[in-house]
């Protein structure tokens, strides 16, 4: 009998492995192919921006396990939860992920919970999301399609959704994801406790490669943050959160959400204005919704007892269409003009006040007005005080050689290679990657990197900001020298990079650097 066991249990994990079943990988050795799916292959990657061959080749309902940890699986909803519509935008999106992504939602929610799965379509233009997708989702009843007659973008797309949403909760998900067991009744339970409450999964990946799920115990979740250049950024649970009620299992406060896989109440999401419809494209709504919700009242979580997979692209396969050249920027230049108050600067100085016309934002400001939202000063000291401001600094500006116009450069580029060194090029005074901030502690440091001398010996590189000091603390002295312990900064003799030596009375080992704290200059805008 034990043979017989282990017999079927070994079957079941080839099966596994060959069909992608329990998340498990399908991997393609591109050289095995034949020519023609070889180009299959390739095209696959083309089109979508991910492995379309090996997502081809399964299932659109393959089973996923419970991914929870035991805590989570244990943990008691209430009983008359309010249901959903769960949005999911598209762009030519490929056949298999995006009904991945449907039957996942379907196959893993409770049937009272799950009003309608609302399919928007951006403006496709494969034959294959026209009426072969009308057919197949009638055949699911609670799937309808909306079309937008020109392209949208995601933010426009997102709320035409919303208009045609009937639940008194509004889900948003990608189209490039898969819900597993038990996601939706953690994010519900929180929005029917506390209906100001946004909340987002714990995002698994999904691998672009092969489709192997990559699921993250609960005690390894992280929070959503920002830097200055208004890009999100993902950070290890804070101290002060770490030793919460319910810890590791209970939600978690986060100050930003990355905003692709969300539910919110739709009175709260009305009362805060909805998105920004004049965004373009996508970028930047997130951290809009983020700084709204907290300083207008609300609470931003993340569940992590909801696991939903995503496929993360390394780029996207699409051309956006836009108004404007930089969708990104136009967004957050909005974003900054509305919720910043003065700290809006900092972002502007370093587009070096070269905003553009972002449009006219007196209707966003009204919003905030008509809420009495708190100022961006109440979030950053409440909500996100581990946010280094560098008006907080001791130091700031270029770090220029005593030799000459040489200053030193962040290089965060080769991040997989744990090769980003600190290095100097000639200075060009226009701030960026040889703008650079000291801060009280002894850091030098930008936005979330700090200089540290941990990873290579003698040498000083760009790594994550730790807090911790060791490695990652530096002196500025009086003599213009950086130290770090008993060994100084020095320039190299051909003047392109820097390393930690022995101290000296050499030029090499002296540095010029505005000994003040940061500011701007508060141009109008």
């Given amino acids: 009998m034990e043979n017989c066991i282990e017999k079927s249990h070994s079957l079941s994990v080839l099966f596994s492995i060959k069909t992608g079943e329990g998340g498990a990988a399908y ?49 008691q909803y209430q009983a008359n939860l309010p249901s959903t519509s769960v949005i999911i935008c598209f762009h030519n999106e490929d056949w298999g992920v995006l009904l991945r992504s449907v039957h996942s939602v379907i196959d893993n929610s409770p049937a009272e919970l799950l009003k309608e799965i609302i399919l928007v379509d951006d403006f496709s233009n494969r ?13 699911l009843r609670i799937v309808r399609i909306v079309r937008c007659v020109e392209r949208q973008g995601l933010v426009r797309a997102r709320l035409l959704g919303v208009q045609a949403a009937t639940a008194e909760i509004i889900t948003f998900l990608d189209s490039h994801i898969e819900c597993t067991k038990g996601w939706l009744e953690p994010l519900l339970d929180r929005i029917y406790k506390n209906r100001k409450t946004v909340v987002s999964p714990l995002i698994e990946t999904i691998n672009d490669k092969d489709f192997q799920i990559h699921a993250s115990p609960e005690q390894n979740s992280q929070v959503g943050g920002f830097d200055w250049n208004m890009g999100f950024t993902w950070h290890p649970v804070f101290e002060k959160d770490k030793n919460r009620a319910g810890a590791p299992y209970s939600p978690l406060r986060t100050p930003t959400i990355a905003g692709g896989l969300l539910s919110i109440d739709r009175t709260f999401f009305a009362q805060l204005g909805y998105y920004d419809s004049q ?81 006219d934002v007196s209707e966003r400001k009204a919003i905030r007005q008509k809420n009495k939202c708190f100022p961006f000063q109440w979030y950053l000291d409440n909500i996100y005080p581990e946010l280094f401001s560098p008006m907080a600094s001791v130091a700031s500006g270029d770090i220029e050689s005593a030799l000459g116009p040489y200053c030193i450069d962040a290089v965060i580029n080769d991040q997989k290679k744990n090769e980003n060194f600190v290095r100097a090029y000639p200075c060009h005074r226009n701030k960026g990657n040889q703008l650079w901030f000291l801060s009280k502690t002894g850091e030098i440091r930008r936005d979330d990197y700090c200089w540290d001398s941990g990873v290579t010996s003698n040498s000083v590189v760009m790594y994550n900001c730790h807090g911790l000091n060791g490695t990652q603390q530096f002196t500025y002295t009086s003599d213009d020298r950086i130290t770090h312990g008993n060994q100084c900064v020095e320039l190299t003799e051909d003047h392109n990079s820097v390393y930690l030596t022995t101290c000296t009375a050499s030029l090499n080992q002296r540095w010029k650097f505005n000994r003040k704290p940061y500011l701007v200059e508060k141009i109008s805008v």
């Fill in 27 to 75: 991997p393609v050795d591109r050289d095995l192919l034949s020519p023609s799916e070889q180009r299959k292959f390739d095209d696959g990657w083309t089109n979508n921006g991910f492995n379309q061959y090996a997502s081809d080749k399964i299932s659109v309902r393959r089973y996923l396990p419970d991914f929870r940890g035991e805590g989570c699986r244990t943990q």
């Fill in 127 to 139: 034959d294959y999301l026209k009426q072969p997708l009308e057919d197949y989702v009638k055949l």
């Fill in 279 to 359: 965004m373009e494209v996508w970028g930047g709504e997130n951290l809009e919704l983020s700084f709204k919700t907290w300083m207008c009242g609300g609470v931003l979580e993340i569940v992590v007892c909801s696991h939903i997979g995503h496929v993360f692209r390394s780029k996207s396969p699409y051309k956006w269409v836009s108004k404007v050249a930089n969708p990104v920027k136009f967004n957050s230049v909005r974003v900054a003009e509305v919720w910043l108050d003065d700290y809006k600067y900092i972002y502007y100085d370093r587009l070096n006040f070269d905003l553009g016309d972002f449009g």
